[in-house]
């Protein structure tokens, strides 16, 4: 098995490098989250020219009919830059629940426009008071053919941005997906921000007009929820070690610059050790990311039965990795990690929200304790 980038990936991943250090440094960042609204089209519009949006739907569909290992090249460069566009709730959310779970006469005419970035989708599944637990939803579909919506969905990455949104609800026949205009009548989308920046929405359906995605019901419908938030979280952790990557940088080159007594503080001894630790972990969490994406690529069908507790170790790393990168990072550097102007400070808040995304460390724990840990029991000889 071959797990060096490839020639395509290493270029996709070069280009976007230099895209976003020209255009996407500290200061252009900031003055775009400080915008009323909180990311750039134009910066999408760049993004889609390069054909990121297309990447991992098939060519009939207006894509380029690559895979996710692809996608995990992006997002790592993203998380590099600290990136706030809705790529994430577009292609590979809701994007991706239409690939997925979509017919084919809605594939043909949805996946083109979320290719081109014409069509800015969100996945609404979170509601108030459920947590992370999106396998029953309050929120009710009536109707068959032109189905009504009601219900509330909090936490909805990218709604305040979305033009179409996939919800999950309860129908007669149990858990399904609908897909609903974000500016179709009874739909009302309150913007929030989260504490790293990035949108998110609180968005309530008031008998809302809505169509059935596919014909997926109940556990089916279920599985495919559940496959898509699995890529999700692989491709939260390439965007993980990207910032990681950035704040071990940021760090090392502080320890080296700081000085305190007429030297750079990077001589004390226990912050070297420190630094090593840190470098150690990223190195670390680096191998789960690839984990993460190796458990998503070899599962183009979607039944490996393994796929999801493969994420979920990866995610259970990733994001213990992330929390000791992020508060070190702080520590390192004093009081001016915490203040606003200075960059480590908004990589520290993303590392903080990625875990909290769609799940919790104590959710994972406990996922993975249920299906019987990393490995399964007759893996290994444990007498």
Do not use: C
């Amino acid at each position: 098995m071959d797990l060096e980038l490839t020639d395509v990936q290493q270029e996709l991943g070069a280009t976007l490098g230099r895209l976003l250090k020209g255009k996407y440094d500290a200061e252009s960042r900031e003055a775009i989250r400080t915008s009323d609204a909180g990311w750039s089209e134009d910066m999408w519009n760049q993004f889609a020219e390069l054909g990121l949006m297309s990447l991992p739907f098939a060519e009939e569909h207006g894509g380029a009919g690559m895979t996710f290992a692809e996608v995990a090249v992006v997002m790592e460069a993203f998380g590099r830059a600290l990136v706030l566009e809705p790529y994430l709730p577009t292609v590979i959310l809701g994007g991706g629940l239409v690939d997925i779970a979509g017919t084919d006469e809605q594939k043909s005419e949805i996946l083109p426009g979320v290719a081109a970035g014409e069509t800015r989708m969100a996945f609404a599944a979170q509601e108030p008071g459920s947590f992370y637990d999106v396998t029953a939803p309050q929120t009710k579909a009536v109707g068959s053919g032109q189905v009504q919506i009601s219900g509330e969905k909090s936490n909805v990455v990218g709604g305040a941005q979305a033009h179409t949104f996939v919800v999950t609800a309860q129908s007669e026949q149990g858990l399904a997906l609908y897909l609903v205009q974000a500016d179709a009548q009874g739909v009302t989308v309150d913007q929030r921000t989260q504490a790293d920046g990035l949108s998110t929405a609180h968005v309530t359906f008031d008998s809302a007009p809505a169509t059935q995605l596919g014909t997926l019901v109940g556990q089916d419908a279920q599985d495919a929820v559940q496959r898509v938030l699995d890529i999700a979280n692989a491709a939260l952790a390439s965007e993980a070690v990207g910032a990681m990557e950035v704040s071990l940088m940021m760090t090392a080159e502080y320890l080296k610059t700081r000085e305190q007594f007429g030297a750079p503080i990077g001589v004390n001894q226990v912050l070297q050790h420190r630094a090593s630790d840190l470098y150690a972990a990223l190195e670390f969490a680096k191998s789960m990311a690839l984990y993460a994406k190796l458990a998503i690529t070899q599962d183009p069908d979607g039944t490996s039965e393994t796929r999801h507790r493969d994420v979920l170790a990866a995610k259970y790393v990733i994001d213990d990795t992330a929390r000791l990168i992020s508060q070190e990072a702080i520590q390192m550097h004093g009081g001016i990690g915490m203040t606003m102007e200075y960059p480590i400070g908004h990589y520290a808040k993303r590392l903080t929200v990625i875990p909290r995304t769609f799940d919790s460390k104590e959710e994972v724990t406990r996922e993975l304790s249920a299906l019987g840990g990393l490995i399964k029991p007759e893996a290994a000889d444990l007498k």
